[in-house]
């Protein structure tokens, strides 16, 4: 459930979400040691919970090179919205909130999927 909620959080850029599933992830803290194999889920969504995460909104065209690369960036935490109402065919990344002052946030746009990669490795680090 935690996890669904960070998800649809920073998806609909509604911190509630994230609240809840902060909330529901602390409850479990101190059984983190008898979660066995599950821990590391665990850990997954509590991070995606309490730290930055890339946010990718893409218009490009499925099995495209650029929307093969999009998904690859997925595999390391970043969330993808698909069939995003975008103008042009390139995805847009948001690192951090699209509407929270607190958080700064940087955007980008790119073409390639080696741009892509060298975008997503800038705004991470």
């Known amino acids: 459930m935690a996890d669904a909620l960070v998800n649809l959080g920073i998806v609909s850029d509604t911190q509630q979400y994230i609240t809840v599933a902060t909330d529901a992830l602390a ?3 101190g059984a983190r040691e008898r ?3 599950q821990v590391a889920g665990y850990r997954a969504v509590t991070a ?3 730290r930055v995460v890339i946010l990718l909104r893409m218009g490009v065209e499925v099995g495209s090179d650029l ?3 999009v998904l690859r960036i997925a595999d390391h935490e970043a969330i993808v919205v698909p069939n995003a109402d975008i103008q042009d065919d390139t ?3 948001i690192h951090g909130s699209e509407t929270e002052t607190e958080t700064e946030t940087e955007t980008a746009t790119t073409t390639t999927p080696d741009e892509l990669m060298k975008t997503v490795s800038v705004l991470t680090h």
């Open 91 to 93: 995805p847009h990344l």
């Open 27 to 29: 409850a479990f803290a």
């Open 48 to 50: 995606r919970a309490t």
């Open 35 to 37: 979660l066995g194999v």
């Open 67 to 69: 929307h093969c690369a």
